[in-house]
């Protein structure tokens, strides 16, 4: 691997022309602060107040048009040097109520309350500052050379995409009407899973659907001794759970990739008394719509076909509900992919960069791609674990923290350099004519 200096110099200098001097290099120090600074002061979803008053900051100091609160805390900054194609960024901004175990001397201590009133703990373990490092640190390649390319840069810092919430919000808000509306969108996300220093792109879909799903079972509840005077939901519950896991592996074609995980059960007060209701909260994952109606409708089926053999009465049969927020499939451009494929075998090596399989995570970047506009949208991976990390890994069979684990944190330095290259690298290919 080259020294993060030449990467980033070459990755500008292949997306362009080899024959044009590249751009200044970001000040990495300043960078490495910021991700510090982010990583040790994360903000829930809908309360990123700070957070974006932070990287809106960055973007003023580059010069950039900055406009805040758009669709709640959202930031959108435009970069404009003359006529030609409009490009969106988008980075989020959010982090999750996980308490960090990382180790790290700038590891996250912050503890809020979460919008039910609960006191938990905030982590950035989905990458999400990593993203916003290397957002502000690409509008600042970018800017530096701006004599190597014309058009528009709109970078748009997003909230809320751990709930699904942030792209429909900001859209919702005008974002394809108040600003300059770009003729594709990219995004780049942290792997878990990839070396730090390596790229991976996924076409055609990338992430899967994700759907909330909450399931009330009813029962008749009393003494625990006395199981015959009652409609057990606890028992019902049970049943339930597993025969959801039918659904795929008897419903479906084997190949057809679905993922129902129930996430928290909860009933009861005591040992000894049976309760009139259990709660059943469950995430589905599916990447077709035909698979994820299926399986909905299955959902249903089998909570009230359980009901019925438990005895239960029209009116305590469970209750299903489907919450109307869902994140849809994320769909990469496959023309895109091959563009940027390409260009970033170019600028960091073939044996940098990896043909990625899809996902059943979910990700909300793709509403930007199904708006009537339907615009080619592109999300990208890039590696964060050491590589020392990895091979041990290989080597023992132990499995290294992912997403959303309180361990998980990235490699900084080959992490950060290599996504601020790729991203710079990846806007100069698409604003070219």
């Known amino acids: 691997m080259q020294t993060r200096t030449a990467l980033l110099i070459l990755a500008l200098s292949c997306a362009t022309s080899h024959s044009q001097p590249a751009a200044a290099v970001p000040d990495k120090d300043h960078l490495i602060d910021l991700y510090h600074e982010l990583h040790a002061s994360p903000e829930l979803s809908l309360h990123e107040e700070k957070t974006s008053a932070r990287v809106a900051a960055e973007m003023r100091t580059l010069g950039l048009e900055v406009t805040e609160k758009v669709g709640g805390w959202g930031v959108v900054a435009v970069l404009k040097n003359g006529p030609g194609k409009t490009v969106m960024v988008r980075t989020d901004l959010d982090?999750?109520?996980?308490?960090?175990?990382?180790?790290?001397?700038?590891?996250?201590?912050?503890?809020?309350?979460?919008?039910?009133?609960?006191?938990?703990?905030?982590?950035?373990?989905?990458?999400?500052?990593?993203?916003?490092?290397?957002?502000?640190?690409?509008?600042?390649?970018?800017?530096?050379?701006?004599?190597?390319?014309?058009?528009?840069?709109?970078?748009?810092?997003?909230?809320?995409?751990?709930?699904?919430?942030?792209?429909?919000?900001?859209?919702?808000?005008?974002?394809?009407?108040?600003?300059?509306?770009?003729?594709?969108?990219?995004?780049?996300?942290?792997s878990a899973e990839l070396p730090a220093g390596a790229l991976g792109i996924?076409?055609?879909?990338?992430?899967?659907?994700?759907?909330?799903?909450?399931?009330?079972?009813?029962?008749?509840?009393?003494?625990?001794?006395?199981?015959?005077?009652?409609?057990?939901?606890?028992?019902?519950?049970?049943?339930?759970?597993?025969?959801?896991?039918?659904?795929?592996?008897?419903?479906?074609?084997?190949?057809?990739?679905?993922?129902?995980?129930?996430g928290s059960i909860h009933g009861g007060t005591k040992h000894n008394i049976i309760p009139d209701e259990v709660k059943l909260q469950l995430t589905v994952r599916t990447t077709s719509e035909e698979t994820r109606k299926k399986v909905l409708d299955a959902i249903d089926r089998i909570a009230r076909g359980l009901g019925i053999a438990a005895g239960l009465s029209d009116d305590l049969l469970p209750e299903v509900k489907r919450s109307p927020i869902f994140n849809p499939v994320l769909e990469n451009n496959l023309a895109l992919c091959d563009r940027l494929g390409d260009v970033f075998k170019s600028a960091f090596g073939s044996d940098h960069f990896v043909k990625t399989k899809p996902s059943m995570v979910g990700e909300d970047f793709s509403r930007y791609g199904r708006t009537e506009e339907h615009l080619p949208i592109c999300m990208f991976w890039l590696g964060t674990v050491t590589p020392a990390k990895l091979a041990e890994a290989a080597r023992t069979g132990e499995p290294l923290p992912s997403l959303h684990s309180p361990f998980f944190h990235p490699d900084v330095e080959p992490t950060l350099t290599t996504g601020v290259a790729a991203m710079t690298s990846a806007v100069l290919e698409c604003l070219k004519q």
Do not use: Y
């Open 202 to 262: 996924t076409s055609g879909a990338v992430t899967a659907s994700v759907d909330t799903v909450d399931i009330l079972v009813h029962g008749v509840g009393g003494h625990g001794s006395q199981p015959q005077a009652t409609k057990d939901p606890i028992v019902l519950a049970a049943q339930l759970v597993l025969a959801l896991q039918t659904i795929h592996s008897r419903e479906l074609h084997p190949l057809d990739p679905a993922v129902i995980t129930v």
């Open 95 to 190: 982090a999750l109520p996980v308490r960090e175990i990382s180790g790290l001397p700038f590891a996250s201590k912050v503890k809020t309350k979460d919008d039910a009133g609960n006191e938990v703990s905030v982590m950035h373990a989905c990458g999400h500052d990593m993203h916003m490092t290397c957002w502000v640190g690409a509008a600042s390649a970018l800017v530096a050379s701006k004599d190597q390319w014309h058009g528009t840069v709109v970078f748009v810092g997003q909230p809320a995409e751990e709930r699904s919430l942030g792209s429909a919000a900001m859209l919702n808000d005008g974002l394809f009407t108040r600003f300059p509306k770009p003729d594709l969108c990219l995004a780049m996300h942290c």
